[in-house]
C-alpha cells in the first residue's frame, strides 16, 4: 500500500457525532486544533457549529455566519450577538441566576461574535511580543522572526506551533501554548456566534447555572470563555466528550 503523510484518526465516539458534512482534518495543525476546541462540533440544540476548524478568510466567515439564525441583545451594556439557540438559553440562565441574586454579563464589545479580521488582530497582539521576546533571548534569530511575520496569518500557525515545540512559548504570559492564550486565526470558537466570555466565571454557581443551560467551559485554561453545546451534562460523554480538570474547574474535550 502506498504510503501517505495523512494522519489517521481511529473512530470514536466524539468523530461518530460530528455533523455528516464536518471536514475532518488531516493536517497535524487542523488535528492538535480539533483536539484543543473541537467540542464545539458536537453541538446541539439547534447550533449549528462549523463544518471546518479554521476558516480561512473573511469570505468564508461572513458566508456560513450569514447562513444561521441569530439573535442580538443588549446585555450588561453591550450588545450581544449570537446564534437564537444560544441566546434563548443564555437568556434563560441569566434569569435563574437573577433568581439567586446572581448576574451572568459578557467581558466586552468582543465577548460573543467575532469576525475573521478579529481573530487576526487577537493572534498578531500574541505573535509579534513573542517573537520579539525570542529573539532578544537568543533563542531565535531576527531573519526567522521577520521570515514568520511576513507569512499570511494562516501559515503562521505551523510555524508558531513548532517554536512551541522547541519550548519558545507565544502566550501572553510566553509560558504555555498559544491555543491557551489566543485561537489561531479563523479557528476561534466565537466566529461560530456559540462562544461567550463571561466576567462572573470564577463563581461556581454561576458556570453551574451556564452549564444546565447547554453553556460548558471547552477551552483548557481560558478561564471566561463558555460554549454553547445545547445539552445536559450527562449527555456530554455519550457525545465523545471527556472531562478534564484544570485551574480549579472542569472543562469538556474531545476525547480523541
Ligand atoms: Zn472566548
Redesign the pocket.
Known sequence: MKKTNKIKIKSNEYIANLPKEFNRPTDTVGQRLLKEYGALFIARGGAIPPNTVIFKGERQVSAYQASLSKSKENIGGFAVELQTAAMKNLKDAIAEAEKNSLIITPRGADAAKRNYADTVMLWASRVNPALTYWVEKGALKEAEASRICSLSPFNQVSEIFKLESQGMFCSKDLAKSIVYSVAPPGTS??LSML?L?VNEHDDLRVRDVLAEHGWFQTVVS?L??FTFLGVSKNQLSKLGLKKIFDSGRFFWLPNL
Request: no cysteine; proline share 14%; hydrophobic share 15%.
Open positions: 470558537q466565537h462562544a466570555d481560558d471566561p470563555h
